[in-house]
């Protein structure tokens, strides 16, 4: 019976040790992100995380946290570069405030679709980018999940470039949005994504400007009524990681977190299109917004003396304007 006893016992430390030794080798990753989770970037992210624990087998796992609970993005950014938190799905244009040419990505109008926008990320010209922010200690392992176009809603409709002028619109803590915004006649203020619903709602500001798929998941259709496709800017989301933490992983740990970055990007791409078409409908259906297709000509041919202006005070490298229009004209 002892003897028994003694087995049974010694089976229950092995199985204890086995399963301690399997929970210290797993690494759980922390990654932030502004979009919930029921939203097609929050699908995305979770489905990087699925893919990073299925092919590292269980070694590495990503904890998402949706809806800005780790903050917002300026803040959660320098998480990732001081390591506190290792990972950050969000638009590539944030980029920006850490690496000057990245501000093209908030450049209105730099890019004419996304073809255009995933033939510049092929060029050497956008490795060099990566490079610079590699320096800061952020690793740009996806760039793969483009989004369709930003548009314009707004409290009253935007029928011409002679309607938006002096809207007081809300735009992300980046100053080339606001650069972008206020070359066409508007009155852009800088907002924290929290705070646009009750502005919106309590007339503070009269627009605001963000792809579909982001409008519907924070229902700001609730508070404005007119969806002008001004389709001014692609901003493909982006999975930043700690470099400091990439650079330590043995080659294939690497292309596995890249290739779980990649696949997702790619669901994502490949599913925003149908699934905006149907929040569309249900904006009409639930709360009547109006759709206004205008021409967006006026509001472009602004946007290239403003990029040669920003050029010429070092905003970013020489030629890269011109650059990046090259590759389509």
Wanted: hydrophobic share 40%; proline share 3%.
């Amino acid at each position: 019976m002892n003897k028994k006893l003694s087995l049974a016992m010694v089976l229950s430390l092995i199985v204890v040790l086995v399963f301690t030794s399997v929970s210290f080798a797993q690494q759980t990753l922390k990654m932030g992100m502004m979009e919930a989770k029921i939203q097609p970037a929050g699908e995305a992210a979770g489905i990087f995380a699925e893919l990073v624990e299925k092919y590292t087998d269980g070694k590495y796992k990503v904890d998402v946290y949706y809806g800005a609970a780790l903050g917002e993005t300026g803040d959660v950014m320098e998480q990732v570069m001081d390591g506190k938190v290792q990972l950050y799905w969000g638009g590539i244009s944030w980029l920006e405030n850490i690496v000057d040419d990245f501000k093209i990505f908030s450049l209105n109008w730099a890019f004419d679709d996304n073809d255009h926008l995933a033939k510049f990320c092929e060029t050497e010209r956008f490795e060099e980018m990566k490079a610079e922010l590699e320096k800061l200690n952020l690793k740009l392992i996806g760039y793969y999940a483009y989004r369709n176009p930003r548009n314009l809603l707004t409290k009253k409709p935007i029928l011409s470039i002679e309607d938006i002028q002096g809207v007081l619109l809300r735009v992300p803590p980046q100053p080339m949005y606001l650069r972008s915004w206020a070359a066409v006649g508007a009155n852009p203020t800088q907002l924290d994504y929290g705070e646009v619903y009750m502005a919106l709602r309590q007339g503070v500001i009269e627009g605001m400007e963000n792809p579909i798929e982001s409008i519907y998941g924070r229902s700001f259709q609730e508070v404005a009524s007119y969806l002008t496709f001004t389709q001014h800017l692609l901003n493909p989301y982006a999975i930043v990681m700690t470099a400091d933490l990439f650079n330590g992983l043995d080659k294939d740990t690497q292309d596995t977190f890249i290739r779980a970055a990649k696949e997702s990007g790619q669901w994502f791409a490949d599913n925003v299109g149908a699934v905006e078409e149907e929040y569309i409908r249900e904006m009409m259906k639930k709360n009547n917004t109006v759709f206004i297709r205008i021409d967006t000509t006026p509001f472009s041919e602004k946007i290239r003396p403003l990029a040669h202006e920003l050029e010429g005070k070092g905003e970013w490298s020489e030629g890269l304007f011109d650059y990046v229009r090259s590759l389509v004209e």
